[in-house]
């Protein structure tokens, strides 16, 4: 079992910052991979990024490249979301994954999730 606690989110004017956390708790947090995913009322959840056990491989979702960094550290058990020159189409509430398996830009097939942070884009 692996528990996940999302943190960092808020509100921020376009162009801003803000840094998400993901803290794991649970055994063998250092075999998943991790995602962050982003959802709207109403709408599937969608891929904003990934990063393999090792932290040596990372993906993005198409809208978020250049602009979001994911970065993990196994010693601390947290994984983090960097978010940078944000925009009011990045308002969402985010969430955190782990995933044991190869699909990491597909939500269904994660297999463990935090409660989700709002990020709030607005000016």
């Known amino acids: 079992q692996v528990q996940l606690v999302e943190s960092g989110g808020g509100l921020v004017q376009p162009g801003g910052s803000l840094r998400l956390s993901c803290a794991a708790s649970g055994r063998k947090f250092s075999i998943y991979i991790m995602g962050w995913f982003r959802q709207a009322p109403g709408k599937e959840r969608e891929f904003v990024g990934a990063?393999?056990?090792?932290?040596?491989?990372?993906f993005y979702g198409d809208s978020v490249k250049g602009r979001f960094t994911i970065s993990r550290d196994n010693a601390k058990n947290m994984v983090y979301l960097q978010m940078n020159s944000l925009k009011p189409e990045d308002t969402d509430v985010y969430y955190c994954?782990?995933?044991?398996?190869?699909?990491?830009?597909?939500?269904?097939?994660?297999?463990?999730w935090g409660q989700g942070t709002q990020v709030s884009v607005s000016s």
């Open positions: 994954g782990a995933e044991s398996g190869p699909a990491y830009n597909d939500f269904r097939k994660y297999d463990y």
């Open positions: 990063i393999s056990w090792t932290g040596d491989t990372v």
